[in-house]
T-cell receptor
Framework: EPEVTQTPSHQVTQMGQEVILRCVPISNHLYFYWYRQILGQKVEFLVS????????KSEIFDDQFSVERPDGSNFTLKIRSTKLEDSAMYFC???????????FGPGTRLTVT | AQSVTQLDSHVSVSEGTPVLLRCNYS??????LFWYVQHPNKGLQLLLK??????LVKGINGFEAEFKKSETSFHLTKPSAHMSDAAEYFCVAPSGTYKYIFGTGTRLKVLA
């Protein structure tokens, strides 16, 4: 069964460093998303991406964040200068042409020290 | 705007007894609604979905949910809990075209 994959599973970085979180969505999907879950809190929407551009973004998704689909398979989230409060689990998701449901990857746990 | 409210942050049941996890939504129209499960240190797995085809929706692992428009509810049930059901459960609704809104989650504990 096709699935969304994410790498790495755990990333530790120092405050101020740039990180890139990688996702491989399901191959025929067209819509891509990033969410995050700070420990003990609910899952929050960050950004959605369709047709090579951002469709919608939340107030969390400020200038420090960017997304890219550099090739036909990968979907990346870049945080330019990480802060302690960026420590969270980041989930990538994708959905197909009719967008009925989103399929989530296993997540990348980002720890900023 | 669409929102979902999960009424219980923690639910404990004994193995073999029924499970009820409550979710209410707010919307001016019949929405799509989903339940996702997150096992410890795992990702989010779709349990079941409501997309206005049938009000009683069956999902994986014996779970089901009933959409009740009059009560704006979409509660998740299972007749008999199993130890492996211990996890966090999220009620989720689309908001607009491109994003999901998650409830705050209900942590289910199953006692032996």
């Amino acid at each position: 069964e096709p699935e969304v994959t994410q790498t790495p599973s755990h990333q530790v970085t120092q405050m101020g460093q740039e990180v890139i979180l990688r996702c491989v969505p399901i191959s025929n999907h067209l819509y891509f998303y990033w969410y995050r879950q700070i420990l003990g809190q609910k899952v929050e929407f960050l950004v959605s991406f369709y047709n090579n551009e951002i469709s919608e973004k939340s107030e969390i998704f400020d200038d420090q964040f960017s997304v890219e689909r550099p090739d036909g398979s990968n979907f990346t989230l870049k945080i330019r200068s990480t802060k302690l409060e960026d420590s969270a689990m980041y989930f990538c998701a994708s959905s197909g042409p009719f967008q009925v449901e989103q399929y989530f990857g296993p997540g990348t746990r980002l720890t900023v020290t | 705007a669409q929102s979902v409210t999960q009424l219980d942050s923690h639910v404990s049941v004994s193995e073999g007894t029924p499970v009820l996890l409550r979710c209410n939504y707010s919307s001016s129209y019949s929405p799509s609604l989903f339940w996702y499960v997150q096992h410890p240190n795992k990702g989010l797995q779709l349990l079941l979905k409501y997309t206005s085809a049938a009000t009683l929706v069956k999902g994986i692992n014996g779970f089901e949910a009933e959409f009740k428009k009059s009560e704006t509810s979409f509660h998740l049930t299972k007749p008999s809990a199993h130890m492996s059901d211990a996890a966090e459960y999220f009620c989720v609704a689309p908001s607009g075209t491109y994003k999901y809104i998650f409830g705050t989650g209900t942590r289910l504990k199953v006692l032996a």
